[in-house]
């Protein structure tokens, strides 16, 4: 038996806290398996960690916890980013969609995604057990990030795509304090 979408949703719950690249990151892997691309111009289907920030200045998405390099975000940040690119998916401006999302209740904010999402989540929630089940091991990516420390990323997942590894590798440099080290 299937599982229910917003079920599927909330499994990416796991994943956080995130920094703003990692949500970036972690959303874009979504909107890229749905298929959404917004058809306001100057709109971006996937978003970024500048986006990001400029969406809680908007008070588009809640404080995140902490500031700065230390802000993480959490699963109802990775909501109400996806349901932004959703609505802007729709055509929606920013002021509609700052409207719409004001006292939304997390649940709700959780349905809406779930719901518009359904066909990707499902999808990949079908390609996770096929691959388990019936697909070899899968091939791993390794990056190196500064002595001593290596990224591994499966070559079979978004976050394998050359700009993720690059953000990836960055924002571990940049944790570490050494953004300077070259690979």
Known sequence: MAESPVVLLRAHSRHAPWNARGLAAHATSLVDAAGFRPTNTSARAAPSARAIRFYVAQ???DRPEGAGTTATYGYR???QLLAIKIRQRE????????KELAGVSGEQLERRVATALAPALSHSADLTVQKEDTQPPADWRRIPVADGIELHVRTDTPAARDDAVVGMR???RAALGRSDIRS
Not at 91 to 98: A, D, F, Y
């Open 170 to 172: 960055d924002a571990i």
């Open 59 to 61: 008070r588009l998405l």
């Open 77 to 79: 940040h990775l909501l």
């Open 91 to 98: 055509g929606q401006t920013l002021e509609v969609i700052k």
